[in-house]
């Protein structure tokens, strides 16, 4: 996995909005103070505000991309994890497939947001009975690296595809 720093934080913020920025700001803000001799039983609200953003930028991201409608984006009842879960790929609300289907490399980054989701997310937020995934100080800059790498790729993603579009009109 690759290794999580202060450049990560930077290029992540390049893509993501004002509000979401601060909440990336937030995570470097928690890692830089806390010490090696902190003995916590649970790293886990270290990513909390990191998967916060992520989600927004989920919404943004889709938006923009065309995956979803105004409509979807304003909802309250649209779930990212859901639309974007590989395994209802074939449901007509599928993001999953729908970013599959857009591009060459969209499958490659639907995995890439997924997996993001699913450690960065959905194991921290969820309680699973006999599962409670505590995290190590460790795992959670783990966590927060994967969701950073998952805004900085489809960021580069999004940025391709805008040139793509401008040269075909030139």
Not at 61 to 90: A, C, E, Q
Not at 115 to 139: M, S
Request: proline share 2%.
């Amino acid at each position: 996995m690759t290794q999580l720093s202060s450049q990560m934080f930077h290029d992540a913020k390049k893509y993501v909005s004002e509000n979401q920025a601060k909440l990336v700001s937030d995570v470097e803000i928690i890692l830089s103070r806390l010490t090696l001799a902190d003995h916590i039983n649970d790293y886990s609200f270290v990513v909390s505000p990191m998967a916060k953003a992520y989600e927004g930028y989920l919404k943004d991201f889709f938006l923009n991309v065309g995956l979803i409608s105004d409509h979807d984006y304003d909802s309250d009842r649209f779930r990212v994890g859901k639309t974007l879960n590989p395994s209802l790929r074939y449901k007509r609300f599928s993001v999953f497939q729908r970013l599959a289907d857009y591009h060459e490399k969209g499958e490659e980054l639907a995995e890439i947001l997924w997996d993001a989701w699913k450690y960065g997310r959905n194991e921290i937020f969820h309680y699973f009975p006999g599962n409670v995934k505590n995290l190590t100080r460790q795992e959670a800059e783990e966590r927060v690296c994967l969701l950073l790498n998952a805004i900085i790729k489809s960021g580069e993603f999004v940025e391709e595809h805008k040139k793509l579009k401008n040269q075909e009109y030139v």
